[in-house]
């Protein structure tokens, strides 16, 4: 079998579109460095010249430290800027091996950790950090601009390509931590060649005979801009470097007026920002409905949002994934009734296994002409989506279960024949006192819809408990007992129609804190909500023992 990397996707495509641009590069102007002067293209067989400069540079600088082929290599870096990825490309192809950390994993002792615990024999740091790496336990070397380094003198080794389907072509880590730290992601050439398939799905071209231009999801050292970079390249596309990320409003018109940008590709948060700014900017809305693509990921958009881009006609699209599986699934898209529905990408071995008992004649139902609320404990059967064993993308079996398959933990709801919508995490569906099924994610969505203008964030806890407890993050200076008045009262309808061991109808299971306090992901920034219970276990421990 031939095994399909990045690396092989970036040879292939150089020589397919060898002029047309990779990459599109701010060139800020000296007098305001907030003012984008001009976009500066890179060329695909630039590009390829440029990461063999890197390999040829990487592989003179780690040979001195004694390190053989196929040792693992940290690097440390922002990831967001082209630089970054001649490092990680130029890393990979000097024949070494890349363990990928970002800036949002600022302890040097939990990297050390890391580097360890994964075998890894050099680092390579951004130079952000350079005050910081000391007493490094292995060699370490600044990432420096190696496009103005001298590696004439410097071999290029040969393009190393997998011969076996276990060997780890890179390393991620996972954006939450456990017991202290995140888990290592080691990424197998059979898992690298099924993602390679799979991101050429989810890049295709939407036009035939024009080039895409597309945007920087997130940073190099996470697996959702590795991803899109794999599949955009396949088709010869091209991607914009922003300033910053995220960018602001003004600058994505900006891309998309002077560098063409057709395709978005955002976290949803930060896609969110985009449609509240464009209610009150008709240029800017038109220049989103202009879009033949607005893809999001990390997490799903707020209920209102979703439905005031597709109200307006935008073409927002929704891309499941992880960083252990990466893309699993993608909504319909389009302007059909169907199109948030989600389907699983081809080529994949997936299943989806019931996680709550088929219903009996007997069993009480939620009246279905009151609410379209659907409660877990009624008649809709969650799934949970599983990998198999031999699907290309399953993780290594590090990650795996006993029985050798992947349990992402993700739960779905069936809308249709091989049609899902997604209903949260395992642990966003918590068990009641009484063993009943809560569902968090519907009591948090209510709570952000209905009270927008007061909170900022919110989670819903209490596994084990006899009632939920809700904890908020306020917009602003609020006067505490007021707010929890206020969302009790703002939130009492939908409670009402809602089992009463799921409901929160009195201000004493309303927590107020400040905001940022609630535990997060590194990555993404979703609220941690086994973290929040162990966080506040004393808090909630006071609130079940007062009602």
């Known amino acids: 079998m031939s095994y399909r990397t990045h690396l092989t996707v970036l040879e292939h495509s150089a020589a397919l579109y060898p002029s047309s641009p990779a990459f599109k590069l701010p060139r800020l102007s000296s007098a305001d460095r907030s003012v984008v002067d001009e976009w500066v293209s890179v060329s695909y067989h630039q590009f390829l010249l440029d990461v063999q400069r890197s390999a040829r ?54 990297v050390y950790e890391l580097l360890h615990r994964a075998g890894a024999q050099a680092l390579v740091f951004d130079p952000a950090f350079a005050s910081i790496v000391i007493d490094c336990p292995i060699p370490a070397e600044l990432a420096t601009d190696i496009r103005s ?26 954006s939450g931590s456990t017991s202290g730290s995140p888990k290592l992601v080691p990424c197998s050439a059979d898992w690298v060649n099924a993602t390679v398939e799979k991101a050429a799905h989810v890049t295709r071209a939407h036009r035939a005979g024009r080039q895409d231009v597309t945007v920087w999801i997130g940073s190099m050292s996470h697996i959702g ?8 390249l396949q088709h010869g596309s091209c991607t914009i470097q922003p300033t910053q990320l995220p960018f602001s409003s003004d600058e994505l018109l900006d891309m998309i007026h002077r560098c063409g940008l057709n395709r978005l590709n955002q976290f949803a948060s930060f896609l969110g920002t985009h449609l509240r700014n464009a209610r009150s900017n008709a240029a800017f809305l038109a220049a989103l409905k202009s879009l033949d693509e607005l893809l999001y990921t990390g997490l799903p958009l707020a209920v209102e949002e979703e439905a005031w881009a597709y109200s307006n006609g935008i073409l927002i699209k929704n891309c499941f994934g992880s960083t252990e599986v990466g893309a699993m699934m993608l909504s319909v898209g389009g302007r059909g009734q169907d199109a948030a529905q989600l389907q699983v990408i081809a080529g994949t071995a997936y299943e989806f296994r019931p ?30 989506l599983v990998i198999l064993a031999h699907s290309g993308d399953c993780p290594h079996p590090v990650l795996r279960g006993s029985d050798g398959d992947y349990h992402t933990g993700d739960l779905f709801l069936e809308v249709a024949p091989n049609r899902w919508i997604a209903r949260g995490r395992d642990d966003d569906w918590i068990k009641s006192a009484t063993a009943l ?28 408990r006899p009632a939920p407890t809700l904890f908020v993050e306020p917009k602003g200076e609020l006067d505490e007992g007021r707010l929890k008045r206020d969302i009790i009262r703002r939130t009492r309808h939908f409670h009402a129609r809602r089992y009463v061991h799921e409901r929160i109808v009195s201000a004493s299971f309303v927590v107020v804190v400040p905001v940022g306090t609630l535990p997060r992901t590194a990555t993404k920034g979703n609220i941690r909500r086994r973290a929040v219970e162990e966080k506040f276990k004393e808090e909630l421990d006071a609130i079940y023992e007062a009602c």
Not at 149 to 174: F, R
Not at 441 to 464: F, M, Q, S, Y
Request: net charge negative.
């Open 437 to 464: 099924r809560c569902d968090t994610k519907a009591i948090e969505e209510n709570v952000l819809e209905t009270c927008a203008d007061l909170v900022v964030a919110c989670v819903v806890v209490g596994n084990g």
């Open 225 to 232: 801009q590795t991803f899109m970079l794999m599949g955009f």
């Open 355 to 384: 996680v709550t008992p088929t219903p009996g004649a007997d069993d009480a139902k939620p009246a279905r002409s009151d609410t379209d609320y659907v409660n877990a404990n009624g008649s809709e059967r969650l799934h949970e």
């Open 149 to 174: 380094v001298d590696v004439s003198n410097a071999p290029l080794p040969p393009l190393w390509i997998p011969s076996k389907g276990e060997d780890i072509v890179m390393i991620y880590h996972t």
């Open 57 to 110: 540079h990487w592989a003179r600088a780690l040979t001195a430290h004694g390190l053989p082929s196929r040792s693992i290599v940290g690097l440390w870096l922002g990831g967001s800027t082209y630089l970054d990825v001649l490092h990680v490309y130029g890393i990979a192809r000097a024949g070494y091996i890349p363990q990928l950390f970002s800036l949002r994993l600022p302890n040097p002792d939990v």
